[in-house]
């Protein structure tokens, strides 16, 4: 418990300036809505949570996991073991593969358009981490992803938490854009700028060593 609380980190009185979102996020969600519509999985339950950095009023999303949660007398309920578990072995692999921290979880996604009352009974579970993005899943033709940050509405006589949208910009980094250049080409056209490069490469080696299997011989 006390690890999972150290990963999570609280929400700042102040809002957050805008968020930016990587987009191996995006394809993460998307996927995980895919594997939801194909084994029937009820969309209302399925959420995950978004790792990356804060700082100051500025939220980096660079990655995301699924994780599981239960319903219990009719109540949404995160399976906090599971969570802590699954960020546990992000960290071990993140760790192994290349020395670095999977990240902080600086927010959790859930699908749908707008969140509910319910998606904020979720996020005081979540400890009120800064972030909460919408994934609408039954537009499959446009982007429909929104961002919302949690605070205190004082504006009845009565304070109440409520959900503010704030704005999210897309940043990218050169390895991203050539993956996801790979990913769109494969899928569409069954090659790409990647895989073209990687048959040339292979063609250059391959004809290489039988030259020197001849120098060889």
């Keep these: 418990k006390q690890w999972y609380q150290r990963r999570v980190r609280a929400s700042t009185t102040a809002s957050s300036s805008a968020v930016q979102l990587h987009p191996l996020v995006i394809m ?4 995980h809505a895919t594997r939801c519509k194909i084994n029937k999985r009820d969309f209302n339950h399925a959420m995950g949570v978004l790792l ?7 939220i980096e999303i ?6 599981c949660s239960d319903v219990v007398d009719g109540s949404w309920v995160l399976n906090r073991d599971y969570l802590v578990n699954r960020l546990d072995h992000l960290t071990q692999l993140a760790q192994s593969n290349c020395g670095s921290q999977a990240g902080d979880v600086v ?4 699908f ?8 904020m009974v979720m996020h005081e ?3 009120e981490i800064p972030v909460l ?5 039954t537009q499959p033709e446009e982007l429909a992803l929104r961002t919302f940050e949690g605070t205190v509405d004082g504006s009845h006589s009565q304070s109440r938490k409520a959900f503010v949208e ?3 910009v897309m940043k990218t980094s050169e390895s991203e854009r050539i993956g996801i250049d790979h990913a769109a080409g494969a899928c569409v056209t069954g090659h790409s700028a990647v895989s073209d490069c990687l048959s040339s490469h292979e063609g250059a080696v391959s004809m290489l060593n039988g030259r020197v299997k001849v120098i060889c011989d």
């Design 52 to 58: 990356g950095k804060q700082s100051g009023r500025d």
């Design 166 to 168: 704030v704005p999210h």
């Design 112 to 119: 749908g358009d707008m969140p509910s009352a319910r998606h």
């Design 62 to 67: 660079t990655s995301s996991c699924d994780v």
């Design 107 to 110: 927010g959790w996604y859930a």
């Design 125 to 127: 579970q979540m400890s």
């Design 133 to 137: 993005l919408m994934f609408n899943h």
């Design 28 to 31: 993460s969600i998307a996927d």
